[in-house]
Nanobody
Framework: QVQLVESGGGLVQAGGSLRLSCAAS????????MGWYRQAPGKERELVAR?????SPNYADSVKGRFTISRDNAKVYLQMNSLKPEDTAVYYC??????????WGKGTLVTVSS
């Protein structure tokens, strides 16, 4: 089992920045990838950024150049710059373990005002 706890969401004006954090606990040695997904009202959950252990991160086209994902052992971060109103969503931390199972945090709300 892996438990994930997100923090860092909030209200920010367009053009501003936020940094999301996610702390993993449990069988963290089995984690092969961590990432961030988001779900806006009325829309499906979508990948924002993902980083595989020992690999390069990948980003959704909509956030390339603005968001940066980083990982430090059992924590993963999402630095979000130049935020836009369309970035408003609940952001979820995700961890994939070597067995293929996926774990989710409860989410943190990011609201970008225009």
């Amino acid at each position: 089992q892996v438990q994930l706890v997100e923090s860092g969401g909030g209200l920010v004006q367009a053009g501003g920045s936020l940094r999301l954090s996610c702390a993993a606990s449990g069988i963290i040695l089995r984690i092969k990838a961590m990432g961030w997904y988001r779900q806006a009202p009325g829309k499906e959950r979508e990948l924002v950024a993902r980083i595989i252990s020992g690999g390069s991160p990948n980003y959704a086209d909509s956030v390339k150049g603005r968001f940066t994902i980083s990982r430090d052992n059992a924590k993963v971060y999402l630095q979000m710059n130049s935020l836009k109103p369309e970035d408003t969503a609940v952001y979820y931390c995700n961890a994939e373990v070597v067995s293929g199972r996926s774990y989710w945090g409860k989410g943190t709300l990011v609201t970008v005002s225009s």
